[in-house]
């Protein structure tokens, strides 16, 4: 396949970018998206130009590393994969292909593609844990019993593996079905008990100080997101938060 | 209840939820007068006389009411703009509508366009009743209000547009207020939706009628009626 790609290239944080354009061909409609873009950047490096900066780790769609918002798409035009294993069969010879980085006030632009997530580990940090030590006497599994249904509900929420295709594709750039994923997953089980009114609390303030939008339900995250996160989750979270707000003491 | 509710994204959500309910049923019962209309003037001209006059509706439902349009409208306004500014570069190629329908996206749009005919409807009805209960202490025969301002063929279509823009709001607002409050179920979320769909369709199609059977009956009685 021979394409043409327009990439966002920017130096660093401070510097406005701007998309550039990159032809490249001969590429297998086997191959990834992310492969295409290693045959873009050994390209440039032989032109003995500056490589294109994208995150990436796993590449089998498990770290959330890889973003890029392709063709107007978080992750493109695929469904429920993330960009590492979104293929280029998905596209067609002399296709034109848009690359951006994702774009939110809560994720500055670092260098080209990559984006600070940090806010999301903020936001981990403000609630999305809970507190028992762990040293020496870990517990056996089965002497804390759960039942099928609720078990099976937090692992649909701890899913998620935090790549912020929700934020990238939301109208609002709002962070709700993230913050949502992480605060129901500790909600059904246990040992989330102790700490889940604060939780749900601090986890909705850190993510209100990053600087996210407010959620208008449009469910284009739920679209987007890879791991298929529910929009029920992000009704879970508003009830949460709601009761542990009238049960606050200030 | 902690003091940042009402500041938090998620708390604000829920007021706008709450606000949204409110005007739903608000919406009903306005629909159920105006009905009224079609079957019998006097009747009709009694129940505005009621609401007119009725000391609980002046002055406890009325201003409930005010603050709630007032407050829905504000917060509507205020929270599309911080969405905006939360995204200060925009995408040079974007698809949002490979992921979320035009209604969901555009209740700002349609938000306004219901509020600059509330504007115009408080002309044509609100201020007139007002002026006469309380200043010039006329009688006012509202049939008579109604029925003239629907014979004029701009304001009927403005009035049909406007319904027409009301059920496009209505289409997201009404299944989005329940998510938002935190009601989302396996079973009972798929009937909302459906109800979605009827009340953001029955609802403006019942103000459409009335405002249709007033004009047409405006048409037919004038001298240069064909029908
Ligand atoms: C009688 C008139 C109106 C009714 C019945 C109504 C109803 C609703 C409902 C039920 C919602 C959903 C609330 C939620 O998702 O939590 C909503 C949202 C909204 N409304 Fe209205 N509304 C009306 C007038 C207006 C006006 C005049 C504006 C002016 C700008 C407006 C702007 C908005 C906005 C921006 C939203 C937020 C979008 C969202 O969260 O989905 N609405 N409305
Ligand atoms: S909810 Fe889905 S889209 Fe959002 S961060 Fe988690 S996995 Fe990614
Ligand atoms: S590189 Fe790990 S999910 Fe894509």
């Known amino acids: 396949m021979n394409l043409t790609l327009k990439v966002w290239r920017q130096k660093d944080a401070k510097s406005k970018g701007k998309l550039e354009s990159y032809p490249v061909s001969g590429i297998s409609e086997h191959a990834s998206f992310l492969e295409m873009m290693d045959v873009l950047n050994e390209q440039l490096i032989n032109e003995g130009k500056e490589p294109v900066a994208f995150d990436h780790d796993c590449r089998e769609g498990i770290c959330g590393m890889c973003s890029l918002y392709i063709n107007g798409e978080a992750h493109g035009p695929d469904r429920g994969v993330t960009t590492c294993q979104l293929h280029m069969r998905m596209f067609k010879d002399g296709d034109t292909i848009y690359i951006e980085p994702f774009r939110s006030k809560a994720f500055p632009v670092l260098k080209d593609l990559i984006v600070d997530r940090g806010s999301f580990e903020r936001i981990q940090q403000a609630g999305g844990f809970i507190s028992v030590n762990t040293s020496g006497n870990t517990q056996d599994a089965n002497s804390l019993p759960i039942a099928k249904p609720m078990a099976d509900k937090a692992m649909d929420a701890a899913t998620c593996i935090g790549c912020g295709a929700c934020v990238a594709t939301c109208k609002n750039s709002s962070a709700m079905l993230f913050v949502a994923a992480k605060v129901s997953q500790y909600s059904y089980l246990p040992q989330g008990q102790v700490e889940r009114k604060e939780r749900v609390l601090n986890m909705v303030d850190q993510m209100d100080k990053e600087g996210f939008g407010n959620c208008t339900n449009t469910g284009a995250c739920e679209v987007e997101c890879p791991k298929g996160i529910s929009l029920e989750f992000i009704a879970r979270m508003n009830k949460e938060y709601s009761s542990a707000s009238v049960k606050a003491e200030n | ?227």
């Open chain 2, 1 to 227: 209840m902690s003091k940042g509710f009402s500041k938090s994204s998620v708390g604000r959500k829920v007021l706008m939820a709450l606000s949204g309910f409110f005007l739903m049923f608000f919406l009903v019962q306005h629909l159920a007068i105006n009905l009224i209309s079609v079957f019998s003037a006097d009747s009709f001209n009694a129940a505005s006389e009621f609401m007119g006059t009725n000391p609980l509706v002046q002055f406890a439902l009325q201003p409930v009411l005010f603050f709630g349009i007032i407050f829905h409208l504000a917060m509507g306004i205020y929270l599309e703009l911080k969405n905006r500014a939360a995204r200060p570069i925009k995408y040079a190629m974007n698809k949002p509508s490979e992921n979320a329908s035009w209604v969901s996206r555009n209740m700002v749009i349609t938000g306004i366009m219901i509020l600059l005919f509330v504007g115009l409807h408080m002309v044509h009805f609100f201020f007139p009743t007002i002026n006469a209960h309380y200043i010039t202490h006329e009688h006012l025969d509202a049939y008579e209000m109604v029925a003239n301002k629907m014979a004029n063929p701009v304001y009927f279509g403005i009035y049909i547009l406007a319904f027409i823009f009301l059920a496009l709001h209505l289409l997201h607002g009404f299944q989005s207020a329940f998510q938002s409050v935190g009601f989302n179920h396996n079973k009972y979320t798929p009937i909302i939706k459906k109800l979605s769909y009827l009340y953001a369709i029955a609802v403006p199609l019942g103000y459409a009628i009335v405002a249709v059977y007033h004009f047409t009956n405006a048409c037919c009685s004038s001298a240069s009626c064909s029908l």
